[in-house]
Structure formats: structure tokens, C-alpha cells
């Protein structure tokens, strides 16, 4: 089976760095992803990985081990408009092609 | 960039009646859509995988019959709730895979703006 799992919630201070952490267990493994939905809308793309390492793209980062199926998405300089839920996904290969498959999401408050 | 448009944005209907959710890919085709839902406060779960010219695959414990999703054209891909009682209200979410850069073998999900449906 699959199994993906996040914090349920955080709290972070504007201005702050944030780290969101995320563990996986799945076969066929293809990549990491990480998305920003905010309530009633459909989630964004953040960031990816698919080899071990550190991505950067401005305040975000994610970072991935894939022996030890850990990911985590760092928020940097907070912003009241980064209170969201962030979704960690895994993207996995298997007979049928590629899907998606979506962890619990964590849902950041930022607070002023 | 990539934009898939999905409507109706919300929609009301009283049980038992049928419901349709169009899901469009402008500017690209996508051969491939995925269909989530999502209840509220939990994540996207993975309804079923649409094909076009070729049958949908559905999830396990995702029923076929009350959900049907037809691909037709490369560019639109429909999910019908069949015979809707009030358990199917749902925020219903459809996405496509694009190529993250241009000639980059990297492809990401890009998600319609949902549909969410309240079953009376």
C-alpha cells in the first residue's frame, strides 16, 4: 500500500521561517510535490524533487531523502497571505501510468 | 501557461437527480485527466484516472456506475454523479499533467478551479 503523513496543523509568526515536514512509503515512486491550497480553491503548484537535495525557488524550498521517504517544504520571510493548507504529493509509476496521490495536508496559520 | 477550466464552479441539486462537471484543457491537449474530490478539511483523494479514447480507471472503492467519466477529445473530459444523494457532496477537483518547462521531461498536475456540489 501507500502511505503519505504531515502535521494536521502549525503555527508560524509573520516574518518567520517555517519547516513542513512530510514522510512517505510507496511503491513505484517518481517524484515529490508539493502545493498550496487555500480554502475553497484548488491547490497550486510549489515545488518538486526527484532526486535527493535541496530545490530553491525564492521563499520556498523543498527538500528530499529518498532512502529515508522524507520531504520537507521551508516557507522563509512569512507572509499573512502564506496561511494555507500545503499538500505534500507523491507521484508514483505503476502499470496503469502515472498518478498523484495526496498526503492529509497541513494547514498553516501565519499569524501578524 | 497551462490553464485547465472546469465548471460549473458550485452546484445545487436535489437527491437522485444526475449532475455533470466538465473539465477543459486550453492551449494543450492532455490525453491523461485525473478526477479527485475532496471532503471538507481532508486532502485530495484520487477518484479516477480519465483516458481519452479508452474506458476511465477508477480507484478502488470508487464506484463506476454512479460516477461516469467520459473523455472524448483531447481537450475535455466529463465526470457525471449519477442518481446524487446528499453523501456526494463534495468539492469536486479535476487536473492534467504539463510539462513543467518547455522540452523538459518534467510534468506536474495543474488543477482545474473545482466544482463544488451540494446534494439537497
Known amino acids: 500500500g501507500q502511505n503519505i503523513d504531515q502535521p494536521t496543523e502549525m503555527t508560524a509568526t509573520e516574518g518567520a521561517i517555517v519547516q513542513i515536514n512530510c514522510t512517505y512509503q510507496?511503491?513505484?515512486?517518481?517524484?515529490l510535490f508539493w502545493y498550496q491550497q487555500h480554502a475553497g480553491e484548488a491547490p497550486t503548484f510549489l515545488s518538486y524533487?526527484?532526486?535527493?537535495g535541496l530545490e530553491e525557488k525564492g521563499r520556498f524550498s523543498s527538500f528530499l531523502s529518498r532512502s529515508k521517504g522524507y520531504s520537507y517544504l521551508l516557507l522563509k520571510e512569512l507572509q499573512m497571505k502564506d496561511s494555507a493548507s500545503y499538500l505534500c504529493?507523491?507521484?508514483?509509476?505503476?502499470?496503469?501510468?502515472?498518478?498523484?496521490?495526496f498526503g492529509p495536508g497541513t494547514r498553516l496559520s501565519v499569524l501578524p | 501557461g497551462a490553464v485547465v477550466s472546469q465548471h460549473p464552479s458550485r452546484v445545487i441539486c436535489k437527491s437522485g437527480t444526475s449532475v455533470k462537471i466538465e473539465c477543459r484543457s486550453l492551449?494543450?491537449?492532455?490525453?491523461?485527466m485525473f478526477w479527485y474530490r475532496q471532503f471538507p478539511k481532508q486532502s485530495l483523494m484520487l477518484m479516477a484516472t480519465?483516458?481519452?479514447?479508452?474506458?476511465?480507471?477508477?480507484e478502488q472503492g470508487v464506484e463506476k456506475d454512479k460516477f461516469l467519466i467520459n473523455h472524448a477529445s483531447l481537450t475535455l473530459s466529463t465526470l457525471t454523479v449519477t442518481s446524487a444523494h446528499p453523501e456526494d457532496s463534495s468539492f469536486y477537483i479535476c487536473?492534467?499533467?504539463?510539462?513543467?518547462?518547455?522540452?523538459?521531461?518534467?510534468?506536474?498536475?495543474?488543477f482545474g478551479a473545482g466544482s463544488r456540489l451540494t446534494v439537497l
Open positions: 524533487n526527484v532526486l535527493d
Open positions: 492551449d494543450f491537449q492532455a490525453t491523461t
Open positions: 510507496t511503491s513505484g515512486f517518481n517524484g
Open positions: 487536473s492534467a499533467r504539463v510539462r513543467l518547462h518547455e522540452g523538459s521531461g518534467a510534468n506536474v498536475l495543474t
Open positions: 480519465s483516458n481519452e479514447g479508452s474506458k476511465a480507471t477508477y
Open positions: 504529493a507523491v507521484r508514483r509509476q505503476d502499470n496503469y501510468g502515472q498518478n498523484f496521490v
